[in-house]
């Protein structure tokens, strides 16, 4: 079996791309954790990134792994990719890495790219030309490489993500801006607001839903505090579930919101007396 490295590249590009998708992997999350919510799947990928070694005496190999999974802790999914050189790998295995291991991560709605720091990293030193190429290889859009979004800027209305001018507000739009993080912060996924109703909904037909663990070990509570979703976390603690409830591995929801940095979920969490697991 493989083994995952944290790896640490000589380019200082891939090295700061490397540091940005691990600070904003919360977001990949959030938009996987409400995919798997839709009847209809709405994302065209969803793909992260880490480093495979056979021994310390090989090189690692970054590669791409789809059919992702969460725990809070570790990712699950499928190696994308072909190993080139290593032989305890193959194409279609089965992985398991910490999520401090990623080096990247990448989703895509309506053919648009999200995510992907270290690709475009790598298509900032292209020409137009073969960024076209590229882009065309992949089936994706991309945009410009200088401005890496982690969400889509449509989904949000503040002035600082609409689209800008050029010099002196005159010439082309320079487009929507990356959205900043404390905007992602505050804003629920669009999906959110339609969530309430349907978690009461199921709870009435169900009432040990809120309390049930999924496969990967965790209940629905545990699942919205990854997910950042305070609208989420509020209807469930209104539909009876424990703000301190245990997942397998006996962790609470205020572990999983601090685990991925979601400010608000954390705060309200705590406001409603969660407490932090003794495995924290």
Same mark, same amino acid.
């Not at 910490?98 to 020409?127: C, E, H």
């Not at 030309?129 to 590229?134: A, F, G, S, V, W």
């Not at 979004?149 to 800008?164: C, I, L, N, Y």
């Given at each position: 079996?493989?083994?995952?490295?944290?790896?640490?590249?000589d380019?200082?590009?891939?090295?700061?791309a490397?540091k940005?998708?691990?600070?904003?992997?919360?977001?990949?999350?959030?938009e996987?954790?409400w995919?798997?919510?839709?009847?209809?799947?709405g994302?065209?990928?969803a793909?992260f990134?880490?480093?495979?070694?056979?021994?310390?005496?090989?090189?690692?190999?970054?590669?791409?792994?789809?059919?992702?999974?969460?725990?809070?802790?570790?990712?699950?999914?499928?190696?994308?990719?072909?190993?080139?050189?290593?032989?305890s790998?193959k194409?279609?295995?089965?992985?398991?890495?910490p999520?401090?291991?990623?080096?990247d991560?990448?989703?895509a709605?309506?053919?648009?790219?999200?995510? !992907?720091?270290?690709?475009?990293?790598?298509?900032?030193?292209m020409?137009?030309?073969?960024?076209?190429q590229?882009?065309e290889?992949?089936?994706?859009?991309?945009?410009?490489?200088a401005?890496v979004h982690?969400?889509?800027?449509?989904?949000?209305?503040?002035e600082?993500?609409?689209?800008?001018?050029?010099?002196?507000?005159? !010439?082309k739009?320079?487009?929507?801006?990356?959205?900043? =993080? =404390?905007?992602?912060q505050?804003?629920?996924?669009?999906?959110?607001?339609?969530m309430?109703?349907?978690?009461?909904?199921?709870?009435?037909?169900?009432?040990?839903?809120?309390s049930?663990?999924?496969?990967?070990?965790?209940?629905m509570?545990?699942?919205m505090a990854?997910?950042?979703?305070?609208?989420?976390?509020?209807a469930?603690?209104?539909? !009876?579930?424990?703000v301190?409830?245990?997942?397998n591995?006996g962790?609470?929801?205020?572990?999983?919101?601090?685990s991925?940095?979601w400010?608000?979920a954390y705060?309200?969490?705590?406001q409603?007396?969660?407490?932090?697991?003794?495995?924290?």
């Amino acid at each position: 079996m493989a083994k995952v490295t944290i790896h640490k590249d000589d380019n200082p590009a891939i090295e700061a791309a490397t540091k940005r998708a691990k600070a904003t992997f919360r977001y990949f999350w959030r938009e996987l954790s409400w995919d798997y919510r839709r009847i209809v799947p709405g994302l065209d990928l969803a793909v992260f990134k880490v480093a495979f070694t056979d021994d310390k005496e090989t090189p690692a190999e970054v590669m791409w792994v789809n059919e992702v999974n969460f725990d809070g802790y570790s990712l699950t999914g499928r190696l994308l990719n072909e190993p080139n050189w290593l032989k305890s790998i193959k194409q279609g295995d089965a992985v398991k890495v910490p999520v401090k291991g990623i080096t990247d991560w990448l989703y895509a709605i309506d053919g648009v790219a999200y995510g !992907g720091f270290s690709v475009n990293a790598i298509r900032k030193q292209m020409g137009k030309r073969e960024r076209k190429q590229h882009d065309e290889a992949w089936g994706l859009d991309f945009g410009d490489p200088a401005k890496v979004h982690v969400a889509p800027a449509s989904w949000f209305q503040e002035e600082e993500v609409k689209k800008k001018k050029g010099f002196f507000g005159f !010439g082309k739009s320079a487009g929507p801006q990356p959205v900043p =993080d =404390d905007v992602l912060q505050k804003r629920e996924h669009p999906m959110a607001a339609n969530m309430a109703p349907e978690i009461k909904k199921m709870v009435a037909s169900n009432p040990g839903a809120v309390s049930e663990l999924a496969d990967n070990g965790l209940n629905m509570l545990h699942q919205m505090a990854l997910s950042g979703s305070v609208m989420g976390i509020k209807a469930l603690l209104e539909c !009876g579930a424990k703000v301190n409830s245990k997942s397998n591995k006996g962790h609470t929801a205020i572990d999983f919101a601090r685990s991925l940095g979601w400010k608000r979920a954390y705060t309200f969490l705590k406001q409603q007396g969660g407490k932090p697991s003794a495995k924290e």
